[in-house]
T-cell receptor, first 112, second 112 residues
Framework: DAKTTQPPSMDCAEGRAANLPCNHS???????VYWYRQIHSQGPQYIIH?????ETNEMASLIITEDRKSSTLILPHATLRDTAVYYC?????????????WGAGTKLIIKP | DAGVTQSPTHLIKTRGQQVTLRCSPK?????VSWYQQALGQGPQFIFQ???????QRGNFPDRFSGHQFPNYSSELNVNALLLGDSALYLC???????????FGSGTRLTVV
């Protein structure tokens, strides 16, 4: 069962910041939030992950609320190549192993 | 540094046949996971291999089986193919069982 809820689609103007929300209200204290994106049925590409603190890398920033029930992925200056399906994922510990639980994703369309 | 390599890229099989998909993990990665992604949906976890053993399994029937070789490469076998098995099959490797997943571009299986 998916542990995340995302809007099915979003638009963003090229050059603006894209903010993708994700709800994970049932997340446990030791479960990480991961973000991947998938461009046109290629393999998913890792973006960023975090547990409690906000995280930033060369691709994006991840803002996690203090209660950890939701998070936001921020693409600071969206380009047309950022058009993709973005997945918010919870990594759970199950049967002595880690597993990624995927939601349905958000289709982000960057418009010129 | 090659990433995750999957073969073949596309495959068409007839209902009832058997299929074998192959995956070479990223250099330095010893854990391989397989996912099934139906059109328009997020990936669904099939199973994970580590040290040549199946460590965890998702909600898939026994028709789905796998193998991991000493060089960490892996195969996914599906017997008695059904039309519903048509999907993109993704392989992901990681340096351990914790995370850092890198995905391949997938094998598109069509069952007719």
């Amino acid at each position: 069962d998916a542990k995340t809820t995302q809007p099915p689609s979003m638009d963003c103007a090229e050059g603006r910041a894209a903010n993708l929300p994700c709800n994970h209200s049932t997340i446990s204290g030791n479960e990480y939030v991961y973000w991947y994106r998938q461009i046109h049925s290629q393999g998913p590409q890792y973006i960023i992950h975090g547990l409690k603190n906000n995280e930033t890398n060369e691709m994006a920033s991840l803002i996690i609320t203090e209660d950890r029930k939701s998070s936001t992925l921020i693409l600071p200056h969206a380009t047309l190549r950022d058009t993709a399906v973005y997945y918010c994922i919870v990594r759970v510990y199950m049967d002595s192993n880690y597993q990624l639980i995927w939601g349905a994703g958000t289709k982000l369309i960057i418009k010129p | 540094d090659a990433g995750v390599t999957q073969s073949p890229t596309h495959l068409i099989k007839t209902r009832g046949q058997q299929v074998t998909l192959r995956c070479s993990p990223k250099s330095g990665h010893d854990t391989v996971s397989w996912y099934q992604q139906a059109l328009g949906q997020g990936p669904q976890f099939i199973f994970q291999y580590y040290e040549e053993e199946e460590r965890q399994r998702g909600n898939f029937p026994d028709r789905f089986s796998g193998h991991q070789f000493p060089n960490y490469s892996s195969e996914l076998n599906v017997n008695a193919l059904l039309l519903g098995d048509s999907a993109l099959y993704l392989c992901a490797s990681s340096p351990d069982r914790v995370g850092g997943y890198t995905f391949g571009s997938g094998t598109r299986l069509t069952v007719v």
